[in-house]
């Protein structure tokens, strides 16, 4: 069912959703950490872990299904999980293991599981239409991958995706290296979006395009040329009201406790739909991974804000020599009413009121942080352009003028195709030409970000698998391929894929593992 508000409707729900805002945000001043209510009190959060060894595996057993969920004593919803918890429950496993994870889906529509960042054989990849079947209400589906490239990744669903993200389904997933620092903390900060008004009132089943509010993102062609018509993003910034931060919200975000001379890594990984803004106060700090994999000689920083975009995530180390009551702030910056903070509390200070960084002056630049390094991916045999676009102001997103659909997608007919051949050494010149931010995933792969705007990266060469890609900027990247198989290329604003910001590479000659079930609604996006 499509809901296409209008003006005066869009008016009442403004104010429905001002008046929710009073209990889904709340001034940094007057929050309140020794107070906050860390409990549960609907549902049961420390359900049996789902892990064990076997046989030389680590086998993984996932259950997709609703729960009841209280995101603070205010804000209590029905949500999708993975075994009951937002996030999912959090999957870290050691480098080298071999993985298997068992996802039974116990929700009434399709869905699927996709290891974000990891370079799996392509039938593990978890994309409907793409690499596998959607796994229907009541079956189980079996991923099996090694584990060979440490890094800080997540798993999330890819069918129908920014819907089923956006109830919940997603969470962790941790590869340790071998040689993996001794931390006194090690913990992943997940970071996402709701729309509480949305929540209460909408059917998540019957929403087309993946917005929470029943309105239809991807398919605008009855707004016509009603100025008064809000845009893609002034509805996007009406309907998502409260920033969430591993399953919580203010003032129940759980804090982080620390002890003087403690060294903590936080893996920061956004879930969500809009680029945020992570501001860490009072003490230095490194970066030492992008999307998990190695910084070279990442430096100490501070006063320095870190932008992270949809899929993105950034490993950061800090030295804990600042004992106080502290506040991570953490906001989107084209979205007010998102924002929030996670305490940073030292033993001795959980009364502190606390403190934050202030204003910024200076935010993180990928291309000039770190020390420079050689490497040769070979020369250059296949070059693409990548040109993203929309030409209706953002209610359609193109690559290359190129649309996907979900038909398209199955008979593999208008969508943009980059087709190459095992061992090439790919190029790509990626230019947004939109006003919005597009964070670029390339499944199954890495890649290495040679330039931004014409200007050489000058810092630690920059490994990624999502670029955030700004308006009027341009990228060249460069990845090898070295992964058979055919691989989503898109945007990861799971609202601009489904409106259309998807590509695909193509291994010449590879066949799918799978045959499409025409009784399976397959929806890639």
């Not at 089923?164 to 903390?185: F, H, N, R, S, T």
């Not at 040329?225 to 129940?252: C, F, Q, R, W």
């Not at 980059?418 to 670029?440: A, F, L, R, S």
């Amino acid at each position: 069912m499509k809901l296409i508000l209008k003006p005066m409707i869009l008016l009442t729900v403004f104010i429905i959703i001002l008046a929710g805002c009073s209990t889904s945000t709340m001034d940094h001043s007057d929050m309140d950490h020794s107070q906050m209510d860390h409990t549960n009190e609907v549902e049961e959060q420390n359900e049996t872990q789902q892990v064990e060894r076997s046989d030389g595996k680590v086998v993984v057993n996932l259950e997709a299904k609703k729960t009841h969920w209280m995101f603070n004593n205010d804000i209590i919803e029905d949500i999708w999980t993975y075994n009951g918890s937002l996030p999912g429950q959090e999957i870290r496993v050691q480098e080298g293991d071999h993985v298997v994870i068992n996802l039974t889906n116990s929700l009434d529509v399709p869905t699927a599981l996709h290891p974000h960042g990891v370079p799996v054989p392509n039938e593990m990849d978890g994309v409907p239409g793409v690499t596998q079947n959607a796994i229907m209400p009541g079956e189980t589906f079996t991923y099996e991958f090694v584990a060979d490239t440490p890094g800080t990744y997540w798993y999330h669903s890819h069918q129908d995706g920014a819907n089923q993200l956006g109830m919940g389904l997603y969470g962790a997933l941790v590869i340790e290296p071998k040689d993996q620092p001794d931390y006194d903390l090690d913990k992943v900060i997940m970071i996402d979006e709701w729309s509480s008004m949305g929540m209460e009132n909408m059917d998540h089943r019957d929403m087309d395009h993946g917005d929470h509010s029943n309105m239809d993102h991807g398919d605008h062609s009855n707004r016509g040329d009603d100025s008064n018509d809000p845009s893609h993003a002034e509805m996007m910034n009406m309907m998502y009201d409260t920033l969430i931060v591993n399953g919580k919200t203010s003032p129940a975000i759980e804090a982080i406790e620390v002890t003087e001379d403690d060294t903590i890594k936080l893996r920061f990984v956004n879930t969500g739909l809009f680029t945020q803004v992570i501001n860490i106060p009072g003490h230095e700090f490194k970066v030492t991974h992008y999307d998990g994999q190695q910084v070279n000689e990442p430096e100490l920083i501070s006063d320095t804000a870190i932008r992270i975009a949809p899929a993105e995530r950034y490993d950061v180390e800090i030295q804990m020599d600042q004992p106080g009551a502290w506040g991570i702030e953490v906001y989107a910056e084209e979205n007010e009413n998102l924002r929030g903070l996670i305490p940073l509390v030292y033993t001795g200070f959980a009364d502190d009121e606390l403190e934050t960084a202030g204003s910024i002056q200076t935010f993180l630049e990928i291309t000039d942080y770190g020390s420079a390094m050689d490497f040769n991916l070979g020369e250059i045999t296949k070059e693409f352009d990548m040109i993203l676009s929309s030409n209706d102001g953002g209610e359609t997103f193109k690559i290359n003028d190129k649309q996907m659909t979900t038909k398209d997608f199955e008979s593999h007919e208008d969508h943009e195709i980059y087709e190459v051949e095992e061992g090439d050494v790919v190029k790509v010149n990626i230019v947004n030409d939109t006003d919005v931010d597009h964070p670029m995933h390339l499944h199954g792969h890495f890649f290495y970000v040679i330039s931004r705007n014409g200007e050489h990266v000058t810092g630690s060469p920059i490994k990624k698998e999502t670029l955030n890609v700004r308006p009027n900027e341009s990228y060249e990247i460069v990845f090898v391929a070295d992964n058979p198989g055919n691989w989503m290329f898109h945007c990861h604003e799971l609202h601009h894929a489904s409106g259309g910001m998807v590509s695909e590479v193509r291994y010449y000659g590879y066949t799918p593992a799978f045959t499409p079930d025409p009784n399976v609604p397959n929806k890639p996006e």
